[in-house]
Structure formats: structure tokens, C-alpha cells
């Protein structure tokens, strides 16, 4: 799912493709994309854009009027922008959408058998106020807000960041890359963090986001487009990268698997030289499964299978 850096990227390249442009028609493919029925989307067509908005990992588009178009890309949605007004709309089932500027198209793809992505057109500060996530946004968050966000329930580190309830715009990828700069375990619980902890990640996480915020901007100051918005990145430390090794130590990456994500992180780094129970393994391996870095090269499960 793109996250704050990559939704910030989105926008710097919207406002520079179409920024004051008129929208000259809507045309949407899957009719289940579309998830409010007032206004239409028709009415907007023919105002001209106003600005735009980050409402945690959604993207707003405003127009004359007080209108507004409200996408959620979920985990497989992507922009895409092309220079021909009334550019056809891909083929297949990744075709959602497409929105028509005087300058070109907009278009929004989905791949994936599930569509998830959503577009809500709605009016008005109020209108966009019930799509705004109720957990705080992080870039120059204060200190004192930060901790008191995070140590509020006693979670794992990792659910805290990712929950849209505490944190606004972070998701897997960006709080693996969080925790290993913060050299934190990502299952350790956040009530029992020390302050020096505390601070340490809260600085991760300002540093980690304007970092790679900073490298999409100049991306698309020199493509004009997010040329490939993705959860892997060569240049991350970990997030992907199991079996690779840690930058910082050079110990091969591990992970920990549940449902459709996984969350790697560095055991020399971040969890003392522990390898933390991976649910599928794990099981299968049961006493047998290695409970440092030297039982996992003895094993020869430290690289990627």
C-alpha cells in the first residue's frame, strides 16, 4: 500500500500536472470503485483544480466549488499520467478509472483480483473530515505528543506504527525501515520502552519519512511521475530484503511472516542477536528452530529460501 512518502510523491507530481487545470470528464470502468453517490461525479467537470490534500494514505483533489475527489489506492491502486487527453483506459481488469484534464488523463489502475482501491467525491471541509484517519500525523510531530501517542495501550512496536488509529501514513514497508534505523525489535511493547528508546525512534521516524519523502520529490522533479511505486526499494535496509544482508552488520535479514505481510528486521541490530519465532517455521521446525544468529547459520536458514 503506498505510504506517506509515496503519497506525497503523488501529489507533487498532480500539482505539477494539473494544478489550475479544468477537468473535462470522469470515466469510470469498474462502477465498484465508486464509493458515495452525492455530488456526482459530473459535477465537477469543468471546474478547475484547486488543490490537493494528504488525508493519511488517501489522496484529495480539490476543485472550484468545494468539491472534492477522495482516492484510496489500498494496497495494488496506482496513478498514472498521460500526456494525451482521452487516453484510453488500460485493459482488462486493471483499468478503474480515468479522469480527463485539458493537458491529459489521469489514470487509475488496480491490479490484483480484489479491488479495494475507493474514490469518494464529497463537498466541503466536512465532506473531507470524515475521511480523515483519526491517528496523528508524524512529520514534526513534538516529542512529548509522539510518546504520549505511542504509550497510550501497550502494543508491539510494530502494530503501533502501522495503526492508522495512533499514526497516520505509516505502513509496513516505511516501519520496517523505522525500526531498524531506531534499532528496535519490532515486537518489543511500547510501554516498557525507555525514554532514550522513545526518543530514538521518534527521530527515526522523522528521518526515515522526510528521507525518502526528499528522494521521490527529486524523482519527480527530473521524471515529471512516480516512475515505480512499490513496497521494495533497492536502497532500503531491510523491508524485502530477507536472506540480504543488514547494511549496518552485514547479518542476513530475517522475518517474520503472518497473513499476506512480513516484517524483517535485522537480529543483530534490533533484537540483540535473537531470531524471532517466524509463525511458519517456527512450527514446523519446534525445537528444533534456532534461537540466535549462530543456531541460524548453523541451521543454514539465514539466507533467502
Known sequence: ??????????????????????????????????????????AAVGQAVTGFRRLGKRIAIGFE????????????????????????????????????????????TEAGSKKRASLHIVRGGGGLAAHLPPGLEVIDLPLGEFAAALTARNHTLKRALTDPRIFSGIGNAYSDEILHAAKLSPI?????LSEGDIARLHTAVTETLNLWTGRFAAEVAETGWPVKVTAFRPEMAVHGKYGEPCPDCATPVQRIRYATNETNYCPRCQTGGKVLADRALSRLLKSDWPRNIDELEKAGLAGKK
Open 1 to 42: 500500500m503506498p505510504e506517506l512518502p509515496d503519497i506525497a510523491a503523488y501529489l507533487t507530481a498532480l500539482d505539477g500536472k494539473i494544478a489550475g487545470r479544468r477537468l473535462t470528464d470522469v470515466r469510470i470502468a469498474n462502477p465498484f470503485l465508486l464509493r458515495s453517490v452525492d455530488p456526482k461525479p459530473d
Open 65 to 108: 466549488h468545494d468539491i472534492w475527489f477522495v482516492l484510496h489506492l489500498m494496497i495494488a491502486g496506482r496513478l498514472h499520467w498521460k500526456d494525451a487527453a482521452g487516453a484510453a483506459i488500460p485493459g482488462g481488469k486493471r483499468g478503474m478509472a480515468a479522469f480527463d484534464f485539458e493537458n491529459g488523463t489521469l489514470l487509475l
Open 188 to 192: 518489543a511493547m511500547t510501554q516498557k
